[in-house]
């Protein structure tokens, strides 16, 4: 009997183990979880105070707390560096044409002669660009890397936050929801 029950050890642990893959992978599907996402500390608070110099070349201006006055906002923090960045690109133009909304670009620890070339050649879908090249302003967002993106509501709250690029399901199960929330408050 003993001997039927060290050979089952192996089975029962694959068992286990495929259980919880499932499991996972159950979520996933029905519940749109993901084991990748990083929650923030951020949402449902007050924006971060923030202050950057424009990019130098380029017609917008930087950043300032007046720049988010009473307005829904997007912030997106990228790179030109960042592969990613360069994938999300089409979509942050497509956003850029929605008269509803303020989208705002951190440009973050980059060369300013790269970040304006990168917006050149791609195109500027930004209101206004702000240089953070130490990444001491990004800090305060709570970024991990690039991109990430915010949606902020008109009183300055945090609704939403994505960690990794813009793709058609990030739009439509997470920033387009945030932003249907944060447009019909108030608006």
Known sequence: MRRYLVAAVPLLVFVAIAGAAGRTLYR???EGYSPSALPSALIGQTRPAIDLPPLAG??????QDSGFSGQVTIVNIFASWCVPCRQE???????????RVKLIGINYKDDSSNALAFLHE???????VGVD???REA????VYGVPETFVIDRDGRILF???????????????????????????
Do not use: C, F
């Not at 800090?139 to 709570?142: H, M, V």
């Open 58 to 63: 380029l017609q917008s201006p930087g950043l």
């Open 28 to 30: 996933e599907a029905a």
């Open 161 to 187: 936050k994505q960690v990794g690029p813009l793709d058609d399901k990030v739009l439509s199960v997470g920033l387009g929801p945030a932003l249907d929330k944060a447009l019909a408050a108030g608006g």
């Open 133 to 135: 090249p130490t990444g």
């Open 122 to 128: 791609n195109g500027n879908p930004y209101a206004a």
């Open 139 to 142: 800090i305060d967002w709570g």
């Open 89 to 99: 690109h089409g979509a942050l133009m497509r956003l850029s044409k929605d008269p």
